[in-house]
T-cell receptor, first 110, second 113 residues
Framework: GENVEQHPSTLSVQEGDSAVIKCTYSDSASNYFPWYKQELGKRPQLIIDIRSNVGEKKDQRIAVTLNKTAKHFSLHITETQPEDSAVYFC?????????FGAGTTVTVRA | NAGVTQTPKFRILKIGQSMTLQCTQDMNHNYMYWYRQDPGMGLKLIYYSVGAGITDKGEVPNGYNVSRSTTEDFPLRLELAAPSQTSVYFCASILDRGLYEQYFGPGTRLTVT
């Protein structure tokens, strides 16, 4: 099955700086890569996703890049704000089942 | 639409007890999923269903059972609760394959002591 690895496990950034989270996947057939944000005690919420026919996607301060050859994808958050503090999960899917990374706890310092 | 709903929100079980976690969606989604999330970990797929009457195992199915008699409901059954099943359980759904965004329920926090 698909194996998704996510790094780093924790990330502390100064408010206003950028945060980058990286994921690798094992199944070359995977074609959908979402990122979820989970606040403490809440359900995961989709924040951005990318399909395998696209190399980069941006939505305001959030961007995702995909390198299919290397089988890795990354989340970039610019101009971080305190409300960006949360756990972020990457995932990969080749059909209708998602495989999740272990998560990155992001802390934005004021 | 209420989306995906789960009951109960919290539950404490004694070892060996049984219970059913309820999941309902009102979006007419065909695909439904059960995940567990252990502290500091990602989500692990327990079971999934591609439509009424069809279920299949995920990564961590041992100790659980599911059924899907209607499109709306996808209950998860724990027959003999063990401490290793202490976790947060999330139900999710998608409309159909190719429409990938998974809609999650609010979760059930289960403690087995």
């Amino acid at each position: 099955g698909e194996n998704v690895e996510q790094h780093p496990s924790t990330l502390s950034v100064q408010e206003g700086d950028s945060a980058v989270i990286k994921c690798t996947y094992s199944d070359s057939a995977s074609n959908y890569f979402p990122w979820y944000k989970q606040e403490l005690g809440k359900r995961p919420q989709l924040i951005i996703d990318i399909r395998s026919n696209v190399g980069e996607k941006k939505d305001q301060r959030i961007a995702v890049t995909l390198n299919k050859t290397a089988k890795h994808f990354s989340l970039h958050i610019t101009e971080t704000q305190p409300e960006d503090s949360a756990v972020y999960f990457c995932a990969a899917s080749n059909d209708y089942k998602l495989s999740f990374g272990a998560g990155t706890t992001v802390t934005v310092r004021a | 639409n209420a989306g995906v709903t789960q009951t109960p929100k919290f539950r404490i079980l004694k070892i060996g007890q049984s219970m059913t976690l309820q999941c309902t969606q009102d979006m007419n989604h065909n695909y439904m999923y059960w995940y567990r999330q252990d502290p500091g970990m990602g989500l692990k797929l327990i079971y999934y269903s591609v439509g009424a009457g069809i279920t299949d195992k995920g990564e961590v199915p041992n100790g659980y059972n599911v059924s899907r008699s209607t499109t709306e409901d996808f209950p998860l059954r724990l027959e003999l609760a063990a401490p290793s099943q202490t976790s947060v359980y999330f139900c999710a759904s998608i409309l159909d394959r190719g429409l990938y965004e998974q809609y999650f329920g609010p979760g059930t926090r289960l403690t087995v002591t």
